[in-house]
């Protein structure tokens, strides 16, 4: 008892002592007072010439947190909002065969989005975050999202034959573009190659895009400007405005080519042999002419066209390009008990199909592929079915790399 009464007296008097200085001269920190910070822990320790230094930087005017905070306006107007009227949606439905149906539309209030699977007001829509399930009338569920570019071109209005994504990305792999190129493209089509280019050239970029037919002239300015504006709605910022759709044919547009200094050509029309000379002396030297040709017989002509007319083009490569799709999905168990027989949902008859089966209904594009199946219970172990799917995307065309050459110096 007395030793802790000794204890206490002489805790009383150190708190209490006069000037309450600690070790070395330095005042002590009471243990009601606020605790030192970090910088200040650090400035302690330092020499006292780097400490004032120290001090000065933690003296110095520090914005607010509430602007430290705050994102730019730049950042703010990109971030992914909600559907608004007027831009594209896309809707997604499981379907039986492992299939997707998939919907694109314009978002008009008053509309009804229609399929099989029941009816979707557009109202419904209009507010939800991309990503968003909901149910249609008749109970089916609906994945709701933006579409990519990819998924635009696919499901848009076309007439020609479009280029295929899995096409266009290996073409402008082989040209190399730039943001801020020049690029001419002959054949406009629908426009699918149009937007590709579009995007990679950037806004300081040019696409120049010539096309003889007048309905598929067109059809690709409207495929533009639909994805122009329903881009700017959904993402709050403008689409590139960098593509000049001219209406003429380009085997007879020699004057129009001198005035330019071209990066890159792109050919997709049925006999580009005669579209080369024209182009040739605005294309700058080494840079690349990809042609898109459908046929092994169009590129014989193609090649033979330059090698008799002396054309300074070297043939670097022609490739066509597969994808191989897969299905990895559970297994449908027949007997746990004994049977270890599995078969797949596509393992049942399905009826033949085409390529892609489209039908426009009310402005509506359906697109039937494959993909995974419905939902399974997934606290149970179940063995899966790995293996490549029944419909392949077959031959779409052949991509030619063809690029200028200077003359040989002596």
């Not at 149910?135 to 990819?150: M, N």
């Not at 266009?168 to 280019?197: H, K, N, R, Y």
């Not at 007997?335 to 509506?364: C, G, H, M, R, W």
């Amino acid at each position: 008892m007395r030793v802790c009464g000794g204890l206490r007296r002489a805790a009383s008097f150190a708190f209490s002592s006069g000037d309450g200085v600690g070790p070395g001269g330095k005042p002590r920190r009471r243990a009601w007072e606020k605790s030192l910070s970090p910088l200040e822990r650090v400035r302690r320790m330092l020499p006292p010439e780097e400490a004032a230094e120290v001090g000065r930087f933690a003296e110095a005017p520090q914005a607010p947190a509430e602007e430290k905070a705050a994102a730019p306006p730049e950042a703010a107007a990109t971030q992914p909002g909600p559907f608004r009227a007027g831009e594209l949606v896309l809707a997604e439905m499981r379907r039986k065969y492992n299939r997707t149906l998939k919907l694109m539309c314009r978002l008009v209030v008053g509309s009804v989005l229609t399929s099989n699977g029941g009816l979707l007001p557009h109202r419904d829509i209009i507010g939800q975050m991309p990503g968003q399930m909901l149910r249609t009338s008749a109970g089916a569920r609906v994945l709701l999202k933006r579409p990519s570019l990819e998924e635009y071109v696919l499901l848009m209005p076309r007439g020609p034959t479009i280029a295929y994504p899995k096409d266009i990305s290996a073409m402008l792999m082989m040209m190399d573009i730039q943001p801020g190129d020049t690029v001419l493209e002959a054949g406009s089509g629908s426009g699918a190659l149009t937007l590709f280019l579009s995007k990679a050239v950037g806004p300081k970029g040019r696409v120049i895009s010539y096309e003889i037919r007048d309905d598929h002239h067109s059809l690709a300015k409207k495929n533009y400007r639909h994805w122009c504006a329903a881009w700017k709605i959904g993402h709050m910022e403008e689409w590139p405005d960098n593509v000049d759709f001219i209406l003429k044919d380009i085997s007879t547009a020699a004057m129009d080519m001198k005035s330019l200094t071209l990066d890159a050509v792109v050919l997709d029309m049925l006999n580009p042999q005669s579209a080369l000379p024209v182009v040739q002396p605005s294309l700058k030297q080494g840079g690349v002419c990809t042609v898109y040709l459908a046929n092994i017989t169009q590129v014989i002509d193609l090649l033979d066209r330059i090698r008799t007319s002396r054309l300074p083009f070297l043939c670097e490569k022609i490739i066509e390009v597969t994808h191989r799709d897969w299905l990895v999905l559970p297994a449908k168990i027949k007997n746990f008990k004994s049977s270890q027989a599995v078969e797949t949902l596509e393992n049942i008859e399905e009826t033949p199909q085409k390529e892609y089966e489209e039908n426009y209904i009310q402005d509506q594009v359906v697109l039937t592929e494959e993909s995974l199946s419905d939902d399974t219970e997934t606290h149970c172990s179940v063995p899966y079915i790995a293996r490549p799917s029944s419909w392949q995307d077959a031959h779409s065309a052949f991509l030619i790399k063809l690029r200028k050459f200077g003359p040989l110096h002596a």
